[in-house]
């Protein structure tokens, strides 16, 4: 059997998926990944560690399918520093890592301020996006960075390692902080303004297009024939296209341990957000852009409220008591900012909050509470993005919330529309299948026919007015407490501003 392979590199783990022509799975592997943190709040994982399990996937292969191609999706911003030799200078910095906050102040202000850096590369600096990385090791590992030869993102590593190529796509390079995502390339006079040598950054191909070959060592050993490698994409935009978000007015809202709200715009409208507060990322269908807002602790607040609190109760009771309560959590609202916030705040020192408690309070009106909250914090971002992409045609949800039937109602009462649950959602491992399908032979078309629907929850419009009135409260009582967050970090020497 002839099959396309899909692999993403994720945090936790390595996701593989062998797909053939038309769209079905016909394998699903996967290896485990360990995350270090050598100091507090930061993130890195060894790269060899990738490449192992990226082995024992292509080992675990059976021997009657036939990889005809592959395709790459991985962690967006992450950094492999590489010497002359191709060789790992050290653990990758990943995309959640936030060491860098001093390098990203100074490189703002280096070029200018805040909408300089937004006309530059579409996006403000982050302390996970990759060049405050670069910088970072700059300034605290000189003896490394005097070695660098070469920068790569996460699946570019892996499409090194599997053809001895380098290189990168435009969906990866758009979350650098080094790229004009308007015009589609790095951005030089940024790079000179910083001091990065241009030499550290590998060409930039389309997401379906062909990388390279992989190594005869390896066809030999797996006794495959010629294989090409897929250039590859992020894994938000691999993702997306994976359950067929390819077309202006799509969106799609992802509800898992964090939470993302993805749009696409019309190729003549797409331009950067100018508030900074929406992503604006090159997707990796061809020619689109997107827009994305994210959320810290999507899923992740309602895990954690349930460990705390609900212990005892087991998923099927907590859904049926949270659709058993009414809108409004009998007047308890939730912050879900256990991890700080970046859409639309901007801010590390604020945290979850659950406010109205009285002693008629119980367990099930907190977690409804929580899960509307939650739910919240995804509407603040897709209000911005109907700024952006007024005509919303469909929303897709994926991630684990979208298996709560009750989630799903609340989500689509809060976006007045309808929300559509794609019946494969295997994450940035199916989008990969695609994109090695699409540089292979089969069409745009083609490709497209792979995604089907599973159901669709239709807004109820006797919500509304209790949601609106809701969510009005859940936005004062953030601004309320805004001052109190930075005050409280400060004083227990939290702060990160």
Known sequence: MNVYLGIDIGTTGIKALAVDS???????????????????????????????????????????????????????????????????????????????????????SELGGEKNVIAMTGNLIYPGFTMPKILWIKNNEPKIYESIATCLIAKDYIAYRLTGEFGSDHSDASGSAMYDVVNRKWNEELLKKLGIDKSFLPPIQNSHETRGYLKKELCDELSWGKVEVAAGGADNAVSALGVGLCESGDCMISIGTSGTVLGVPGKGEARADDTGKLHFFNHAAQGLSYYMGVMLSAAASLNWFKGKIGKELSWDEVERGIGNTPIGANGLLWLPYLQGERTPHRNPNARGVLFGLSSMSDETQMLRAVMEGVTYGLRDSFELLKARVPEIKRVLVVGGGAKNKVWRQMLSDNIKNTVVVPETDEGGAYGAAMLAALGGGLSE???????????????????????????EQFKLLYKDLTARFDAVAKRAKLSVR
Not at 27 to 51: K, V
Not at 95 to 108: G, H, I, L, N, V
Not at 460 to 471: K, L, R, V
Request: net charge negative.
């Open 445 to 471: 078309a083609d490709v497209k026919s792979w995604v089907h629907y599973a159901s669709e929850t239709k807004p109820d419009e006797n919500n509304y007015a209790d949601y609106d009135a809701m969510y």
């Open 22 to 108: 038309g769209g079905r799975v016909a394998g699903s592997f996967s290896a485990p990944l360990t995350l270090l943190s050598p100091h507090p709040a930061w993130a890195e994982q060894d790269p060899n560690a990738w490449w192992e399990g990226v082995l024992l996937i292509l080992r675990s292969i059976p021997k009657d399918m036939q990889v005809t191609r592959i395709g790459l999706s991985g962690q967006m911003h992450t950094l492999v520093p590489l010497d002359k030799n191709g060789n790992v200078l050290r653990n990758a910095i990943l995309w959640c890592d936030q060491r860098t906050s001093a390098e990203c102040d100074y490189a703002t």
